[in-house]
């Protein structure tokens, strides 16, 4: 039985939590709170998450294609603009820790988790309606959110810790008024539902279920720095 004083945005974050407490609980994040990770596992995850971010952008752009009204174009543009121009302090902040210059992780080859998650994101954005590809993309701001504002409530972002920059940003990338990232992406979800049946939500809810779990691994490739095993890949975008 479908509960229907209950949206469906925040029946995904509920499906979610359980995957959201695994992240937090990782080791990497962990070290984020602590201010203390290997350079080894900081130079990976940038390589990493800056060749995931050129995807992010590419899907955006993909959702563009299956919107109806400028607003939510605009809303996906804002997006593009923002991975371009500010989403590049955090990763700013890694590499400084690790005592790397940022453009000399721009060109890495997708590792494994990197590659899977993306393919994931394209696959709903060739696939799905725009309910799917916002599913798929919903995971990364809200649990870097979550784990932001956790930091925070904790009082770890004090001013000694190495990565007070990267939890600041976080915490303070989406408004509490409505207007943010996270409350825009939850209302276009909640509008799109009502138009499928139930086997089309579970196949969505899969899809936002999926992109949570990769965060995970994402997280996890990074700490351990796991690449491919058999295979050279090109270092292409």
């Known amino acids: 039985m479908t509960d229907n004083t209950v949206s469906f945005s925040q029946r995904l974050l509920k499906a979610g939590q359980p995957i959201l407490e695994e992240i937090i609980k990782h080791p990497f994040v962990q070290g984020i709170a ?28 993909g959702a563009i294609q ?11 543009a804002g997006q593009i603009g923002f991975i371009l121009n500010s989403e590049i302090h955090p990763h ?31 696959n709903a954005a060739r696939t ?32 000694d810790n190495a990565f007070k920059p990267w939890i600041d940003f ?26 499928y049946d139930a086997s089309h939500l579970d196949r969505t809810e899969e899809i936002f279920l999926k992109s949570c779990e990769l965060e995970w691994e994402f997280w996890d490739q990074a700490y351990h720095q796991r690449g491919w095993r058999f295979v050279k890949p090109a270092n292409v975008l």
């Open 34 to 61: 602590d201010g203390d990770l290997p350079k080894e596992a900081l130079t990976f995850y940038v390589g990493q998450d800056f060749n995931y971010l050129n995807a992010f952008i590419k899907v955006y752009s």
């Open 66 to 76: 299956k919107c109806v009204t400028r607003d939510q174009m605009a809303f996906f």
């Open 170 to 195: 976080y915490a303070h990338v989406d408004a509490a008024d409505g207007e943010g990232l996270l409350p825009k992406m939850y209302a276009m979800i909640d509008a799109e539902a009502p138009k």
């Open 128 to 159: 799905g309606d725009l309910i799917d590809v916002v599913a798929a993309m919903t995971p990364c701001p809200w649990t870097y959110t979550e784990i932001a504002n956790r930091l925070v409530a904790e009082g770890r972002n004090t001013p």
């Open 92 to 122: 700013h902040n890694f590499c400084n820790v690790a005592g790397v210059a940022y453009e000399s992780l721009q060109h890495e080859a997708q590792a494994p988790f990197t590659y899977l998650y993306n393919e994931h994101m394209y």
